[in-house]
T-cell receptor, first 112, second 114 residues
């Protein structure tokens, strides 16, 4: 089955800095790569996703890049704000299953 | 539009007991997935239901079972509880089976097994 590795486990930045979270996956047939944000006491919420036919996608301060050859994808957050503090999960579906496998999460802390 | 709701929010059980967790899917969604999230970990896929049929199962033993009802709400049942079953159980609904897309998560049921 799919195996998703996520780094770093914790990321601490100053407000206004950029943050980058990286993930690798094992199944070359994966074609859907979502990112979820989980705030304390809440369920994960989708913030951005990318499909295998696209190399990069942006939504305001958030961007995701995908390198299918290397089987890795990254989340980039620019101009970080304290409200960006949360746990972020990457995920990848196993080709044919359409069921995402999640990474272990990155705890992002943005200091004012 | 009503979001995904789960009940109970918290519960405490002892080893060997049984538990039932409930989930109401978002309006218009016909697929429900259940995930187990241990402290400090990512959600682990338990199983998925589409139109009342199990449609995919993760690496969980048979004592984890589920149901989906005609109104697309769902239950997760866990028998013979073990200490390692302590976790946040998340339910997520989505629009259609076979269509990879956004999962809408509830806030979870926090299970503690003593």
């Amino acid at each position: 089955g799919e195996n998703v590795e996520q780094h770093p486990s914790t990321l601490s930045v100053q407000e206004g800095d950029s943050a980058v979270i990286k993930c690798t996956y094992s199944d070359s047939a994966s074609n859907y790569f979502p990112w979820y944000k989980q705030e304390l006491g809440k369920g994960p919420q989708l913030i951005i996703d990318i499909r295998s036919n696209v190399g990069e996608k942006k939504d305001q301060r958030i961007a995701v890049t995908l390198n299918k050859t290397a089987k890795h994808f990254s989340l980039h957050i620019t101009e970080t704000q304290p409200e960006d503090s949360a746990v972020y999960f990457c995920a990848a579906d196993s080709g044919g299953s359409y069921i995402p496998t999640f990474g272990r999460g990155t705890s992002l802390i943005v200091h004012p | 539009e009503t979001g995904v709701t789960q009940s109970p929010t918290h519960l405490i059980k002892t080893r060997g007991q049984q538990v039932t967790l409930r989930c109401s899917s978002q309006s218009g969604h016909n697929t429900v997935s259940w995930y187990q999230q241990a402290l400090g970990q990512g959600p682990q896929f338990i199983f998925q239901y589409y139109r009342e049929e199990e449609n995919g199962r993760g690496n969980f033993p048979p004592r984890f079972s589920g149901l989906q009802f005609p109104n697309y709400s769902s239950e997760l049942n866990v028998n013979a509880l073990e200490l390692d079953d302590s976790a946040l159980y998340l339910c997520a609904s989505s629009l259609a089976q076979g269509n990879t897309g956004e999962l809408f998560f509830g806030e979870g049921s926090r299970l503690t097994v003593l």
